[in-house]
């Protein structure tokens, strides 16, 4: 593995699969407003937790936290075994920040489908179906696996060709490691981002690759963006500007998130954070300056990160994972032609606000390599090679 400044020796850093001391609850951040809506079809419609890329998890007897769009309802609920069958009827009670679940009979130990009906704020109801948005543990372990997976990169064509997940070698390739990580003994998975790849055919890619992790993964999974899943762009094949953010609002919902195993705190941060100008892709701006490829958080997340570290003062460890190593972050410096102050909390700023929060473990992509950088005394940053 390569080493960067200050890397530090603990072998249980060396593994994607990391050995930890680590509750149920799960929140987010925002989903998108600011941008324009393309509309993709995906599959959410109103629920914005449980998800396939932020599910609960519970204890047997639990009861499950369930979320949907300002203006919308929850009009039930129902937990299914992976074969279809139903698990149980969740048991809706109305609470301040959404709803709460009481499945009926209880749930046993395993992963289980959502499908929920929602009405919109426009009075068109849905059925919405969540795969492996509630896993129930028989017990919060304090010694456990939990694996890192990232730049998964599905639709590595620009040609809007449609690629089937049969059809490839790196698709095979794929299937093969994700096949190996399910004979592994972990509890969950982590993915800092990078799902798909260009935005000419977002379109192909989103609903491919989320037919590929919802097929082969076997295991409650966390996902946060990476920079290629949040670029946009006219695309003239399609006739229209297309917007990743939008894709992923539709596919994986909220940009950033946190949630409790036991003692243990993980926020996903998304460092993919910039306004959208800085994000056209191949625009001059973006080229100039850097923040195609460098990391940016703004103000609204930093405040919610602030707020959820304030909050997890008594959690016996708190890791973060994102996609863009810190190592290359640029919001609130000076960069490009002519020079401009970037968007963005500084880079001292976040790295203060995490290491006084008591973060002491970073996990990061992007980058294609093995490395780790101590970002401040007790707080190591890992950077994790990719699959796709």
Known sequence: MKKRKGSTS?????????????????????????????????PIVNLEAPLFAMPALVLPGGTIELRVAPGARLESAIAEDLSGAPGARLSLTRTVDGYVGAPTPPLKPGLYNLRAQTTGPDGKT????????????????KDFDFAVVTDTHFGA????????????????????????LSK????????????????ENYNVAYPEGYEFLTTY???PVFI????????HKDVAALGKHVYGARYWE??????WKTFSYGTMKFFGVDTCDWPSEWYQWGSQKVILSGTGLSGGVQREQYDW????????????????????????????????????TLPGVPKGELIGLLSEGGVEHVFAGHTHEWSTEELSPGMTEQVVRNVG
Request: proline fraction near 7%; glycine fraction near 8%; charged fraction near 25%.
């Open 184 to 199: 592994l003994d972990f509890e969950f998975i982590l993915m800092p981002g990078d799902t798909v790849l260009y935005p």
């Open 305 to 340: 990160l602030r707020a959820g570290l304030e909050a997890s003062r008594g959690a016996s460890e708190i890791v973060v994972f994102t996609h863009i190593p810190f190592y290359q972050y640029l919001g609130g410096a000076k960069k490009g032609i002519p020079p401009e």
């Open 250 to 255: 539709r596919y994986y919902g909220a940009l």
């Open 157 to 180: 064509d620009e040609n809007n060709k449609r690629i089937k997940i049969s059809d490839t070698k790196t698709y095979r390739q794929r299937r093969a490691a994700f096949e190996k």
């Open 126 to 141: 849905s059925v919405e179906f969540q795969p492996h948005a509630i896993a129930v543990f028989k017990e919060f372990k």
């Open 10 to 42: 603990n072998p249980a850093l060396r593994r994607i699969l990391f050995l930890a001391v680590v509750a149920a609850l799960t929140l987010s951040g925002r989903l998108i407003a600011a941008l324009p809506d393309d509309a993709p079809e995906g």
């Open 224 to 231: 946060v963006p990476g920079n290629h899943d949040l670029y």
């Open 217 to 219: 993964l076997d295991r």
